[in-house]
T-cell receptor, first 115, second 112 residues
């Protein structure tokens, strides 16, 4: 039973380019979460999605960032016109259940470097 | 006050030692609590959920004190492989409840 898959594992972009990060949840999980971890910082929640729906995007920057989880295929976190401050590790997690007691399992992350 | 606060460490202990980590959280309405471990440049891995009555999993014991808004993790008989950063995690009550709030972590280094 494969865990949460993320690709690419490492992504290098120049300022102003677009970054697309992909996440495939664990088999049977329909709840997906994206978190960002800046160097020497804790993980910060960005967005929570179910299939075709954004449930909570309270942690997402208002501009340049978007996320989707289509009916078919992986969840995508998209960052337009990247800036140096976007350099971070982006982790995706999935859970079987929703609500307060859900246990979230994390993928290996995508390390984004903006030059 | 930070939402989830942990002693950053590092804790440097010899193999076989018992070590305890503490964590406090600010939102008294939080309902679920977890300990994750994170190895350097890796993803967080769920270590254990923390239940009101306290729970134990092998060498690991977690305790919750709702009145004091305090969570602890005890590791007995430390192994070299326990070296990692331990993350205290609390659910974000009041939001979608789908998102978790992470502490910055406590770094543990177990030496031979």
């Amino acid at each position: 039973n494969a865990g949460v898959m993320q690709n690419p594992r490492h992504l290098v972009r120049r300022r102003g380019q677009e970054a697309r990060l992909r996440c495939s949840p664990m088999k049977g999980h329909s709840h997906v979460y994206w978190y960002r971890q800046l160097p020497e910082e804790g993980l910060k929640f960005m967005v929570y999605l179910q299939k075709e729906n954004i449930i909570d995007e309270s942690g997402m920057p208002k501009e340049r960032f978007s996320a989707e989880f289509p009916k078919e295929g992986p969840s995508i976190l998209r960052i337009q016109q990247v800036v140096r401050g976007d350099s971070a590790a982006y982790f995706c997690a999935s859970s079987l259940l929703a609500g307060v007691y859900n246990e979230q399992f994390f993928g290996p992350g995508t390390r984004l470097t903006v030059l | 006050r930070k939402e989830v606060e942990q002693d950053p460490g590092p804790f440097n202990v010899p193999e076989g030692a018992t070590v305890a980590f503490n964590c406090t959280y600010s939102n008294s309405a939080s309902q679920s609590f977890f300990w994750y471990r994170q190895d350097c440049r890796k993803e967080p891995k769920l270590l254990m959920s923390v239940y009101s009555s306290g729970n134990e999993d092998g060498r690991f014991t977690a305790q919750l004190n709702r009145a004091s808004q305090y969570i602890s993790l005890l590791i007995r008989d430390s192994k070299l492989s326990d070296s990692a950063t331990y993350l205290c995690v609390v659910n974000n009550y009041g939001g979608s409840q789908g998102n978790l709030i992470f502490g910055k972590g406590t770094k543990l280094s177990v030496k031979p």
